[in-house]
């Protein structure tokens, strides 16, 4: 199985697939000028910009699907119309999916099953 790193959030108005793939991480670094690890650092070391929470969420949300423009509408909407602390857990959840993988998601090759014995 491979790990795509795609977790499903409640965000906003509903429940949305988010997935930071190479190109959003690739972006996502471009828009924040620093590394996708440099910025789960900053997040878990509360040195965030406001722009690493809406950024990651934004291109979490582009990466799971949706189109950009209904992407930038809901970070509008539901980020920056908020505190920030109140979707800070969302985009550490959304880059360690992006950088480790979903939580769900097995690590290594799964074993064969066992043949029964005839």
Same mark, same amino acid.
């Given at each position: 199985?491979?790990?795509? %790193?795609? #977790? ?7 429940? +949305?697939?988010? $997935?930071?793939?190479? !190109?959003?991480?690739?972006? &996502? ?7 996708? +690890?440099? #910025? ?12 690493? #929470?809406?950024? =990651? #969420? ?5 990466? !799971? ?7 930038? /509408? /809901?970070?509008?909407? +539901? =980020?920056? $119309?908020?505190?920030? &602390? ?10 360690? %999916?992006?950088? &480790?993988?979903? @939580?769900?998601? @097995? ?9 029964? %014995?005839?």
């Amino acid at each position: 199985m491979a790990r795509d %790193a795609r #977790i499903e959030l409640d965000f906003g108005d509903g429940t +949305y697939s988010f $997935r930071l793939g190479w !190109g959003e991480l690739a972006t &996502l670094q471009e828009e924040c000028d620093a590394g996708p +690890y440099m #910025i789960l650092h900053r997040l878990h070391s509360h040195q965030w910009r406001v722009q690493d #929470i809406a950024n =990651v #969420i934004r291109l979490g949300l582009v990466g !799971g699907g949706m189109p950009p423009a209904d992407a930038l /509408k /809901k970070i509008r909407q +539901y =980020v920056e $119309r908020r505190p920030p &602390l109140e979707n800070h857990p969302i985009a550490i959840a959304v880059i360690s %999916a992006g950088l &480790l993988g979903a @939580p769900e998601e @097995p690590v290594g090759e799964q074993e064969a099953p066992i043949p029964e %014995a005839a």
